[in-house]
């Protein structure tokens, strides 16, 4: 970073006074969107924005991907739906992945909202509601090829399209299953769930296909079907484990140095004081903690960054601050009110996880509330 770069940033941290600024790039979320489109060409590219498109803000992320050309919008629960569906134009279709529960019929059919059909019983009340709104009314229908969380299990099979066939009262948008293990190239849950889903699509050859989440697009064009449900790839998460990220990074965090200060040999550092400083230590404090969605798991582990320079995590981390080691920067260089970065071009959402020993996807929907949002 220059010198003018510097002081233009510590200049708007002192200004805005935020503990830390999070910058949500829409920008970089759109040439993922186009990046995972150009993987699927001719399929269709949905967006899984369930909770609050993974912390990014549902509501951003979701009109700008719909003035982009989405149409297809996944969340996981109807309270998100409903949230979501005065954000949308009329056109834009949100399914609830979570399926239906009992009470929402009503609300779902007014306010078009889609559930996914996980179980006959689901079927059934969904089929009810139809008959006495006396109008066709559509779902999405989901199997469980191997997973065993969500989806019609097999044996409720011949029952479900015994009800499609009499019934024609739904109007079944695609049929769709999940898979376990699409991060992973290599395993062989990949093509079981693909060889189930196949004999799927025999039984209910009327219906389209709808398969592959992040992971999924790049297993290949088997796994396409004709919409793809796309979630941790879009925000900039790796889709595949242990390969070369395709996807561009959408946020960045940078957090505020609260306090500094200089120890001796022996200093503890933190509650239970785990940390014990081997030399004179120059430490700063940082505004941000668990509580922030930085876990207490990174106590004594992970690392911020300041002019690339790696500053590790000291002591325990706290709910509202984390204290680092900053002996590595010539004196002065962080004052109160500097920023940290947390995430950026020298730390990764994977890195981030990696250390707190989690995933990017609980790094992303943990991000706290208490930083100040900069979408651009
Ligand atoms: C969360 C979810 C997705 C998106 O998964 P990513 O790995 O984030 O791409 C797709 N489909 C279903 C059913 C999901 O629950």
């Not at 309270?79 to 009992?102: T, W």
């Not at 400083?277 to 300041?306: E, F």
């Not at 730390?347 to 930083?371: F, K, N, P, V, W």
Request: aromatic content about 6%; glycine content about 10%; proline content about 5%.
């Amino acid at each position: 970073m220059d010198g003018a770069v510097r002081e233009n940033t510590q200049q708007k941290a002192i200004k805005g006074g935020a503990s830390g600024y999070l910058t949500i790039d829409l920008a970089a979320l759109v040439r993922n969107y186009d990046r995972l489109v150009s993987e699927i060409a001719p399929a269709r590219a949905a967006a899984v924005v369930k909770a609050d498109a993974y912390g990014l803000g549902a509501d951003r992320v979701a009109a700008r991907l719909y003035d982009h050309g989405c149409r297809h919008f996944f969340v996981a629960q109807f309270v998100e739906a409903r949230r979501l569906r005065p954000q949308l134009a009329r056109d834009a279709m949100i399914f609830v992945l979570n399926g239906l529960q009992p009470g929402n019929e009503l609300a779902c059919a007014d306010d078009g909202i889609v559930p996914v059909i996980n179980s006959l019983e689901q079927l059934r009340q969904w089929a009810g509601a139809a008959v006495n709104l006396n109008r066709r009314l559509p779902a999405a229908l989901q199997f469980d090829t191997g997973m065993s969380r969500l989806g019609v299990p097999p044996q409720e099979r011949p029952a479900i399209a015994s009800m499609l066939r009499t019934c024609g009262m739904i109007d079944i948008q695609f049929v769709m299953s999940h898979l376990a293990s699409a991060d992973d190239v290599l395993s062989e849950q990949n093509g079981n769930q693909l060889a189930e889903l196949r004999r799927i699509a025999t039984e209910f050859p009327e219906y389209e296909l709808c398969f592959a989440n992040s992971g999924g697009i790049f297993l290949g064009e088997a796994y396409h079907g004709v919409l793809v449900r796309p979630g941790i790839a879009l925000y900039g998460g790796a889709p595949t484990d242990g390969h070369p990220n395709p996807m561009e990074p959408v946020i960045k965090l940078d957090v505020a140095v609260v306090q500094t200060r200089e120890v001796p040999t022996g200093a503890r550092v933190g509650y239970g004081g785990s940390h014990v400083a081997a030399g004179p230590t120059r430490l700063a404090t940082i505004a941000a903690g668990y509580a922030d969605g930085l876990p207490r798991s990174l106590s004594d582990r992970g690392a911020v960054y300041c002019d690339g320079v790696r500053l590790p995590i000291v002591g325990r981390v706290s709910m509202d601050s984390i204290t680092i080691d900053i002996s590595a920067l010539p004196e002065g260089r962080l004052q109160l009110g500097s920023l940290v970065e947390v995430l950026g071009p020298n730390q990764t959402l994977e890195d981030i996880a990696r250390d707190a020993g989690t995933i990017s996807y609980e790094i992303l929907t943990g991000l706290g509330h208490r930083y100040e949002r900069q979408y651009r």
